[in-house]
């Protein structure tokens, strides 16, 4: 069964930049689109950034030109980088992946079938 387990999380101040990681297994990793979700308190699961096996990436308006999203096949891992990081960006993030063959980049969270259990990120002002 698929397995997704996120890592990176934690207190930073406005500014500040934090990387995290998604590890899988349990999947064939370089056939799914892997993403990024956040879920703040008392708002639904949004669309952060997301990335297919060939590398094209698709972001949220709110992260553009502060987040990356970078996938390693031979370790079957994702990442996110996050930089210039802001108080609403106060969430859990959760990785989130879809068997996709082809060259698409899901951007609507009912598209993904797998998720992780989230990893908590708190920006302070």
């Known amino acids: 069964q698929v397995q997704l387990v996120e890592s990176g999380g934690g207190l930073v101040q406005t500014g500040g930049s934090l990387r995290l990681s998604c590890a899988a297994s349990g999947l064939s990793f370089s056939n799914y689109a892997m993403g990024w979700l956040r879920q703040a308190p008392g708002k639904g699961r949004e669309f952060v950034a997301a990335i297919d096996w060939s590398d094209n990436t698709k972001y949220a308006d709110s992260v553009k030109g502060r987040f990356t999203i970078s996938r390693d096949n031979a370790k079957n891992t994702v990442y996110l980088q996050m930089d210039s990081l802001k108080p609403e960006d106060t969430a859990v993030y959760y990785c989130?992946?879809?068997?996709?063959?082809?060259?698409?980049?899901?951007?609507?969270?009912?598209?993904?079938?797998?998720w992780g259990q989230g990893t908590q990120v708190t920006v302070s002002s």
């Open positions: 989130a992946a879809r068997y996709e063959p082809a060259m698409v980049v899901p951007t609507i969270p009912n598209a993904y079938n797998d």
